[in-house]
């Protein structure tokens, strides 16, 4: 009977273990990243010279950021040019005709980005992004679904 | 004391912490840095790290010019850059650190305001180091799906 008691009067020693806990957790929670940086992917055109360039595939599709307007060009002429809106660029717009490019070329994954010098960096990354994902909005439902469009993005000087 | 239920709690919160930190390399933008938002998801990898405020240029955390010393440059490179990149490079390579050496990346952590001449200065030069995978970081947005 004695002996049973004594069993059950006996308690775990946490008080060491709650320390290292309280401890692990603070440090843990202090080094946490709460903003991820994360990267966009740039595809370099190969140096020249590089060996034998594969086929050219036929259908060349390049987005011209200009000052004032986004434009459109496959690789020979400009098809289309999206002027701005209110002073900023009109990426709506931009993902929608790149959409229907992609929908006649269905194959195709790469674009060229061709930048005049002053563009900013942040203008940059938007066109990146208008021109990696589409976000569609179908009728009846509040969130629009992205839909890819060119994933492997390279750039350039704008002519 | 019922100490049972709080020990649960913790090691679930410890557990939670630990497998939400491992993984994927962490950059670390200067402060003068403020990077733009993009939907990218891509996770960034180990590489040499190129940060462009809107004055200064660093490699892996160290000064070597000012922007305006890259806008008056006429080179398609900037020596200064390339020196320290091919430095980076041949360090790496000597102490058989393959990441750095042989997968020739680098990481642009640029400014939102930068202007893309500026950029295409530090790609060419990176490219001429024998970097030539380049990616931008960005800080990524919050999804709402």
Do not use: C
């Not at chain 1, 259908?59 to 986004?70: P, T, Y």
């Not at chain 2, 913790?10 to 939907?39: M, R």
């Not at chain 2, 058989?96 to 950029?119: Q, Y």
């Amino acid at each position: 009977m004695a002996k049973r008691r004594e069993h059950k009067e006996t308690e775990l020693e946490l008080t060491t273990l709650i320390n290292v806990m309280v401890v692990l957790i603070s440090f843990l929670l202090l080094t946490a990243v709460f903003t991820q940086i994360t990267i966009q992917e740039l595809k370099l055109p190969a140096q020249a010279g590089g060996g034998a360039a594969p086929l050219k595939p036929p259908v060349v599709v390049e987005v011209i950021v200009r000052k004032n307007s986004l434009q459109i060009s496959n690789g020979k002429s400009v098809t289309e040019t999206i002027p701005n809106v209110s002073n900023k660029y009109d990426y709506k717009k931009l993902s929608a005709s790149l959409l229907e490019i992609k929908r006649e070329n269905q194959d195709k994954d790469d674009v060229t980005v061709l930048m005049e010098p002053d563009i900013d960096y942040e203008s940059l990354i938007a066109v990146m992004d208008a021109v990696k994902v589409a976000e569609v909005y179908s009728p009846g439902k509040d969130k629009p679904r992205k839909v890819p469009l060119f994933p492997s993005v390279s750039i350039g000087d704008a002519p | 004391m019922m100490l049972t239920s709080l020990m649960d709690i913790f090691t679930v919160l410890v557990l939670y912490l630990i497998v939400n930190q491992g993984g994927g390399v962490s950059l670390d933008a200067p402060k003068t840095v403020k990077i733009p938002e993009s939907v990218v998801e891509t996770a960034p990898r180990r590489s040499v790290v190129m940060a462009v405020s809107n004055t200064e240029v660093f490699v892996q955390g160290v000064t070597i010019v000012t922007v305006a010393e890259v806008l008056e440059s006429r080179q398609d490179y900037i020596e200064p850059i390339r020196q320290e990149m091919l430095r980076i490079k041949n360090l790496a390579a000597e102490q058989g650190d393959k990441g750095i050496s042989e997968s020739g990346e680098v990481t642009i952590l640029a400014d939102r305001g930068v202007p893309f001449k500026i950029l295409k200065k530090l790609m060419s030069t990176s490219s001429s180091a024998g970097f030539d995978k380049i990616s931008l970081a960005v800080n990524q947005k919050e999804n709402q799906n």
